[in-house]
Each structure stands twice: as C-alpha cells, then as structure tokens.
C-alpha cells in the first residue's frame, strides 16, 4: 500500500502520480478522504493521550485523598467521564483506521516516473529480439497442429471442468513438462535462483499481502474455498512473496531470490468472449515464477536483470520475441514498473504476452509488513519486491508450436528442449 505519511506530506504529488493512471476523480476523493482521516486520527491520538495523563493525575489525586479521608466524589465523577470519553475516542480511533486501511487496499501503487502516461496505446516497444519467420506455406494456428499431433485435447479439458481447462496429452504433456523442468534448472543453475514449490492454496492474509485482496478477489477473479478461508492461487507470486510476510530481514541477506513452478487459477471473468480458440486464454495455466526482495537503491536495477533472465527463456527457445514497456494505464494493481514480453506467433497473427516483469517498490512489503534492517542497529526498512514470469506456459506453446511448424505438419522441437522431451520433432 502507499506510505501514508507520503499521503500526508505531499497530496498534490500522489494526486499527480495516480491520476495517469485514469479515474482521476476516485482518485482524487480517496486522496482527499486519506487525509481528512489522517487529520482526524491524529487529533484524536492527541486528545486520548492528554485524557489519559488527566486520568493518572487525578488516580493519584484520589488515592492521597483516600488516605487522608478526605472527599473525593468531583474527582471520581471527573474519572468516570474521562474513561467514557477515552473508550469513545478508542471506539472512533479504531472506526478511522479501519476506514482508511479499507483505502489504502483499494487504491493502486503510484506509477514510476519513467512510466510512459496513457492506456494500452501507449506502451512503448523497448527493443525486439530475432527476426520473424518465413514460411513457403500459409503457417495454421496452434489449435489445429495440436489437434492433429494429439498435443492438445480441448475437448477432453473442456468434459471434465468446462471451456478454459485445457488438456495436453502424450508428446504435448512431455512439452509442458519438459519446459518446466528446463526453465527451473536455467533459472537455478545459471540465475542463481533458490528453487520454491510453494502450496497452492493461500489464505486471505497472503492475497492482501501482494495486492490480489481485495480488488482481484471482489471482481470475480479469484477461485475462493469460502467454508476453509482459502484461495487458489492466480500466480506463485502470492505464496512466494508471502514466504517472508510479518518478517525482519537481515540485509546481508538481500537480494533473496526465488523460482516456483505452479499451476495457476483465474476465472478471467472480466474477458468473457475473448480469445476463446485454442489456449491463448485459460483458467488454469502453469507458470515457472521469479520472485526477488531487494534493497530499494538496487530495485531498479533488479528489475532490469529480472527481465533479461525472462528473455533468456525466449532466446534460448529461439521464439522472436518484444519487450513492451508498459504506459500507466496498462499496469497491474500492485505494480509501479512493468515490462512485457510478447512472442510473436505466426498461426495466429498476434504478439502474445507471456511474461511481465513488474518492479512493486515497497508497495506489497507495506501490506505484507516485510522489513530488513540494512546494517546493525540501524532503523528497519521495507524492501522493494519484484516478479517476472519467467515464463507462462500456454502462450510460450502456442510460440513453439506456430513458429517451428512446418508444412507436412510437424513440429521441429527446440533444441535446447530435445534431452527433456526425448525427441527432434513432433510428427502424426
């Protein structure tokens, strides 16, 4: 969440800051709100504390009255007023900062200011990487090379829990645990990540920690176990991040970085009717995660790394491939600074994203309370998240299967895939 103090010290600058990210005038009301209930909160701590040392004097005042038998009735009839007031102002104080915590949830992470200003028009291609196929014949979408190679069963998926749930079965489930496998062994051995197999169920605690509670959750996004308090997770970013939620670091130990592979769930209720041919958009979809806790002064920096190691996937799978840096309007609730990579696949036509790489700042160590103290004895600060896929299966599929297919309808295997996946092409 945002640095209330910041609220405090510099409205027009978080006013500023938010506003490009659109709905100015929500934005603008909770600002106002936000220190309105600041105001009162503090006038409030202010008043509490002087009743309180009324409170102990006149304590102090009956007790010496007692003992000299002398009458005390005004003095104890101030008390008893005194304590009704102080649970009044702790009854109210408790109604404010609840009020403003409720805001603090909802509003977004202020853009970087580097971010381009606009919606999704805006993004600004950064660089690409190698150049688009050629092909002698007209390249067909992945729907119906899967099909016909049997790596893909839509309709297997789709009989036992509906549109959205898709199936792969025989060379293409060795693919997709193949890439698995070979992305977490990349991202281990050569990134130097420590490799996490997180649960895949969280609570509430750790959905608010990273931002998806309450706005993902109470837009229909979210698959919630209601009777046991427990989502299923949209991304391993969640569990991970939440690894050291309500915790004090060491800063000799920043940068901590891990990788996690895991299913994810989102019901995308917002894209009803999108993209509803082949796989390019699921409801359960696996994703190898990368998650770092850096020092604030390195964040920047990090993100950059974090991104290149995503790109390393796409590279060394030879998939032509742009790095979009995203315009404010197109960023995610919780993210200050986003990069996406998008593969380019020919059978459809389109770049497909299948990676973000988001640099949160302390925004997630604020709700989650994930501090490090940065040398002995000096005061505790929040570290700054980050998180990439690194990257999502589906689409980086779909990447594979267009761009190396080839007119007798085989698909030629990456190279780097070839020892995981036990073959040189996928034929009828």
Request: hydrophobic content about 40%.
């Amino acid at each position: 969440m945002l640095d209330l103090k910041w609220v405090r010290h510099s409205p027009d600058e978080v006013r500023e800051r938010l506003r490009v990210r659109g709905a100015a005038e929500v934005t603008d009301a909770a600002i106002a709100r936000l220190g309105d209930l600041d105001e009162e909160r503090r006038r409030l701590l202010g008043e509490g504390e002087a009743l309180k040392a009324r409170r102990n004097v006149v304590s102090q005042e009956v007790g010496e009255r007692k003992r000299r038998k002398d009458p005390a009735d005004e003095l104890v009839t101030e008390m008893r007023a005194v304590g009704d007031r102080i649970r009044e102002i702790d009854e109210r104080l408790r109604d404010v900062e609840n009020e403003a915590e409720d805001i603090l949830l909802r509003t977004p992470n202020a853009p970087d200011p580097s971010v381009p200003v606009g919606g999704e028009s805006n993004n600004v291609v950064v660089r690409e990487w190698g150049a688009l196929p050629s092909f002698d014949f007209q390249p067909r979408p992945h729907w119906e090379i899967g099909a016909e190679l049997g790596l893909i069963d839509l309709p297997k998926g789709a009989k036992v829990a509906g549109s959205g749930f898709p199936a792969f079965t025989g060379a293409g489930a060795r693919l997709q645990r193949a890439l698995i496998n070979w992305m977490l062994d990349l991202h281990t051995s050569e990134h130097g990540y420590t490799e996490a197999s997180p649960p895949l169920l969280v609570n509430r605690d750790a959905m608010r920690g990273t931002g998806q509670f309450p706005k993902f959750v109470e837009e229909g996004d979210a698959y919630e176990l209601v009777e046991d308090g427990l989502f299923l997770i949209p991304t391993a970013e969640v569990p991970v991040t939440n690894f050291h939620r309500e915790e004090l670091l060491d800063g000799d130990r920043l940068p901590i970085s891990y990788v996690a592979y895991s299913p994810c769930f989102r019901r995308e209720a917002g894209s009803a009717g999108k993209d509803t041919r082949g796989i390019l958009r699921v409801h359960q979809f696996d994703k190898v995660e990368l998650v770092r806790f850096e020092r604030p002064e390195n964040s920047e920096m990090a993100l950059e790394t974090l991104t290149g190691h995503a790109e390393r996937v796409l590279q060394l799978l030879g998939l032509p491939y742009r790095v979009l840096l995203l315009a404010a309007g197109d960023l995610g609730f919780s993210s200050r600074k986003t990069y996406d990579l998008e593969v380019w696949a020919p059978g459809v036509g389109r770049w497909l994203e299948v990676s973000s790489s988001s640099n949160f700042g302390d925004y997630q160590a604020r709700r989650a309370d994930i501090r490090f103290r940065p040398a002995v004895n000096e005061k505790p600060e929040f570290v700054h998240t980050l998180n990439a896929s690194g990257v999502a299966l589906p689409r980086t599929i779909v990447g594979i299967i267009e761009n190396y297919q080839r007119e007798d309808g085989s698909v030629v295997v990456p190279e780097v895939l070839r020892k995981y996946v036990g073959a040189d092409t996928f034929t009828r």
